[in-house]
T-cell receptor
Framework: DQQVKQNSPSLSVQEGRISILNCDYTNSMFDYFLWYKKYPAEGPTFLISISSIKDKNEDGRFTVFLNKSAKHLSLHIVPSQPGDSAVYFCAAPFQGAQKLVFGQGTRLTINP | DGGITQSPKYLFRKEGQNVTLSCEQNLNHDAMYWYRQDPGQGLRLIYYSQIVNDFQKGDIAEGYSVSREKKESFPLTVTSAQKNPTAFYLC???????????FGPGTRLLVL
């Protein structure tokens, strides 16, 4: 049962434009969400998070939006830079946070 | 520098052989985790440990074993019972089970 879904396996964006990565979830008990960025052959790096009491969290070029009624969150990167090319995972803590449930990941490619 | 280290970067296993992946952290984190990543899939939890001398099974613990004799170390053994061990293995740690997890660089395990 895939409780966190990233339906776009890949996304290609021109440098300087906005990148929007999407994530859907099915478990209404999730109350905290995280985005991780992963380069090939490296471990994921924590990027940004959002609590369900908020609908937006911003950190520099990265903004995460949460729509609880739609069970949907999105990560916006603006402006997109070549170094942003990576795989992005959304994740949610489950069962008292000892278990992080991950989406399948979206590979973002920023084109010059 | 504080961080999480995993070794080796690449590991080869022969049929019927047990192999052990190392994970060390000097972040003074109580909680540690092991995940497995397969192509096109999100990370799946193998085992986690809340505190020294305690660990719990995750979603896919069969064929794996762990120990947590020291706070900074959480080695993972891939036993011969694990029939499909080829994957990228990621170790993570967090202050406690409710805090953000930070990942090591990963170990790629290949079967000869």
């Amino acid at each position: 049962d895939q409780q966190v879904k990233q339906n776009s396996p890949s996304l290609s964006v021109q440098e300087g434009r906005i990148s929007i990565l999407n994530c859907d979830y099915t478990n209404s008990m999730f109350d905290y969400f995280l985005w991780y960025k992963k380069y090939p052959a490296e471990g994921p790096t924590f990027l940004i998070s959002i609590s369900s009491i908020k609908d937006k969290n911003e950190d520099g070029r990265f903004t995460v939006f949460l729509n609880k009624s739609a069970k949907h969150l999105s990560l916006h990167i603006v402006p997109s830079q070549p170094g942003d090319s990576a795989v992005y995972f959304c994740a949610a803590p489950f069962q008292g946070a000892q278990k992080l449930v991950f989406g399948q990941g979206t590979r973002l490619t920023i084109n010059p | 520098d504080g961080g999480i280290t995993q070794s080796p970067k690449y590991l080869f296993r022969k049929e019927g052989q047990n192999v052990t992946l190392s994970c060390e952290q000097n972040l003074n984190h109580d909680a540690m985790y092991w995940y497995r990543q397969d192509p096109g899939q999100g990370l799946r939890l193998i085992y986690y440990s809340q505190i020294v001398n305690d660990f719990q099974k995750g979603d896919i613990a069969e064929g794996y074993s762990v120990s947590r004799e020291k706070k900074e170390s959480f080695p993972l053994t891939v036993t011969s019972a694990q029939k499909n061990p080829t994957a990228f293995y990621l170790c993570a740690s967090s202050t406690n089970l409710q805090e953000t997890q930070y990942f090591g660089p990963g170990t790629r395990l290949l079967v000869l």
